[in-house]
């Protein structure tokens, strides 16, 4: 039923409602920088943009820099080593950590204990189990 915009109502008593359901189905695509950053997870690789214009180096992988605004064309393999730059503890425990030479890092699960300041290395999933996802890293582990 269309009620005009013309008629109002009167009391709350007036106002009906129902139960539903909409199907809805979506898809997210991670577009080209994004599938090519989880092309490389699967390939146990972390992948940074490099600009052609300033020569920034930046995680995540992005199609434009976010310095110069240039496009990035180029990818660069980032060593698995970083700093926990930050934490975030609960259930489980989360960590930024920041790779050498890049601007911008990757937030994940710390395995085992680590402070602020400390090395860590990416632990990949097994390369049979990689799908390209961020759950082909298992997270983050103190080096040496």
Not at 40 to 69: K, Q
Not at 75 to 100: I, N
Not at 116 to 141: I, M, T
Request: glycine fraction near 12%; include cysteine; charged fraction near 25%.
């Amino acid at each position: 039923m269309n009620v005009p915009i013309t008629e109002r109502l009167a009391a709350g008593s007036e106002v009906r409602a129902w139960e539903d359901t909409i199907p809805f189905r979506y898809e997210y695509t991670a577009g080209v920088a994004g599938e090519k950053f989880l092309r490389g997870l699967r390939d146990g690789e972390i992948l940074a943009g490099l600009c052609p214009s300033c020569g920034l180096t930046s995680l995540p992988l992005r199609m434009y820099c976010v310095d110069c605004y240039a496009e990035v064309t180029k990818s660069v393999r980032v060593r698995p080593a970083g700093v926990v730059r930050a934490l975030a503890r609960g259930a489980r425990t989360f960590a930024y950590v920041e790779f050498d030479g890049v601007k911008g890092g990757l937030v994940h699960t710390l395995i085992g204990s680590a402070r602020v300041g400390s090395r860590v290395v990416v632990r990949f999933r097994p390369k049979r189990q990689r799908v390209g996802a961020l759950s082909d890293v298992l997270g983050f582990e103190r080096s040496g």
